[in-house]
C-alpha cells in the first residue's frame, strides 16, 4: 500500500482494505502495514496463516508501533524476519537504540535479520569467483584454527560495501561514547569514507570485510580482528548458512575477561541472514568504583557436519 493511497482514503477504508488482505492472506500486502492480534499478543504478517477475528485485531503502520504496544512477533509467519527495502533502508529500520544498550551492557548485541535467502545464497555461491577477493587465508597455516576466509578485493560487492558503510554510520556514535569512556584521544569520523582515509593515513589500507567458510571438524579459535594502531571497536558478523539445516554445531562464542574475575562465556544465537554486532577489542563497563576496561575474544565452535559460511564486516582497514 503506498503513501498516495492512504492519502486518498479516509482511515475508516484503510483498515476495511487490511481487514480485505488479511482475509486473502495477500502476501503482496507484506511489510506495508502489521496486524496485532489482542487475544494472542503477537502481530503477523497479512499473508499469516492464522484467522484471527476482525474485532480482536487492529494494524500498525511499522513493526516499531506493534513492539511498543507490547505485541511480540508471530512465531509463525515471521515479521521479525520480513526484509523491506533494500540493505540501507533495512539498517535504519533496526531498533539501535536498543543495539547500544545491549552493546553497552554485554558487549555485544543481536541485530535482526539483514539479508534475505537470496542475498545469503549469491555470496555464498560467489566465493570461488577468485577476481572479488585480495587474498584467502587457511586457518590451519597460521595457528587460528580449521577452515578459511577470503578477504574481499576493493571495490567490495556492492551489498557488502552497502553493509559495511551503513552499519558503520549506526555505530560510530557508540564507538565516541566508547572512546571517552574509556580515556582514548580519539574520536570516529561519522562516515566510513573519512575513516578509511584515515586507516590508510596510518598505513592500513587493505579492505578487510570476509568471508569465512568452515566444514565438518572446523572451528576458529578465541580472537580479536586487530590489523595494526587503527581500531574501530565493534564489528559485526552475518550468518549466511541456515543452523540445523544448512550445518551443525559451530556457535558464535564470545569471552569477556574483567580485571580480577574468571571469564565470561557468551554464546550467540544466529539463524539465517542474521547479524550480531560485538565488541572487538575492549569496551567500557560502567562499575561502582568507575569505569573498568573489559577484554573481548570471539570465536566459533567446531562445525559437526555440514557447511558454514559468515560474512565479516570489520570497519578498520588492515596494514
Ligand atoms: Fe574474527
Ligand atoms: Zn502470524
Known amino acids: 500500500m503506498s503513501a498516495s493511497l492512504r492519502l486518498v482514503h479516509p482511515p475508516e477504508d484503510l483498515d476495511s482494505e487490511r481487514w480485505d488482505a488479511v482475509l486473502r492472506r495477500d502476501a ?21 496463516s492464522g484467522r484471527p477475528k476482525r ?10 508501533e506493534a513492539e511498543a504496544a507490547g505485541f511480540r512477533p508471530c ?21 539501535w537504540g536498543r543495539a547500544h544498550d545491549a552493546l553497552n551492557t554485554n558487549g555485544w548485541a543481536a541485530l535482526g535479520r539483514l539479508l534475505s535467502d537470496e542475498d545469503c545464497a549469491g555470496l555464498i555461491n560467489a566465493y570461488e569467483e577468485d577476481a572479488l577477493y585480495r587474498s584467502r587465508v587457511v ?8 577452515g578459511e576466509y577470503r578477504y574481499f578485493a576493493d571495490p567490495a560487492p556492492q551489498l557488502v560495501s552497502d553493509l559495511r558503510t551503513g552499519l558503520y554510520e549506526k555505530l ?7 572512546a571517552k569512556a574509556l580515556k582514548q584521544d580519539r574520536t570516529y569520523p561519522h562516515d566510513h569514507a573519512a575513516y578509511r582515509r584515515r586507516c590508510a593515513k596510518a598505513g592500513q589500507k587493505r579492505p578487510t570485510p570476509l568471508i569465512l567458510k568452515y566444514g565438518p571438524g572446523d572451528y576458529n579459535r578465541l580472537h580479536q580482528d586487530l590489523y595494526g594502531g587503527e581500531v574501530f571497536p565493534i564489528q559485526i558478523a552475518i550468518l549466511l548458512s541456515q543452523p540445523g539445516r544448512d550445518f551443525e554445531g559451530g556457535e558464535f562464542v564470545m569471552t569477556e575477561q574483567t ?4 571469564s565470561r562465556a557468551m554464546v550467540a544465537p544466529l539463524e539465517k541472514g542474521s547479524a550480531i554486532a560485538f565488541a572487538v577489542n575492549e ?3 560502567e562499575g561502582a568504583r568507575g569505569t573498568y576496561r573489559v577484554k573481548m575474544r570471539h570465536g566459533v565452535s567446531e562445525v559437526r557436519s555440514g557447511a558454514r559460511y559468515c560474512l565479516g564486516v570489520i570497519f578498520h582497514d588492515a596494514a
Request: net charge positive; with cysteine; hydrophobic share 30%.
Open 139 to 146: 586457518m590451519r597455516r597460521h595457528g587460528f584454527g580449521e
Open 75 to 95: 512465531k509463525r509467519c515471521r515479521p521479525d524476519r520480513f526484509l523491506i527495502g533494500g540493505v540501507k533502508d533495512r539498517i535504519d529500520e533496526l531498533d
Open 283 to 285: 569496551r567500557p563497563l
Open 172 to 178: 560510530a556514535p557508540l564507538a565516541n561514547e566508547w
Open 55 to 64: 474485532e480482536n485485531v487492529f494494524f500498525t503502520e511499522t513493526r516499531a
Open 28 to 48: 503482496s500486502a507484506d511489510g506495508t502495514f502489521w496486524t496485532c492480534v489482542k487475544t494472542t499478543g503477537v502481530y503477523c504478517l497479512p499473508s499469516c
Open 259 to 262: 580485571p580480577r574475575r574468571q
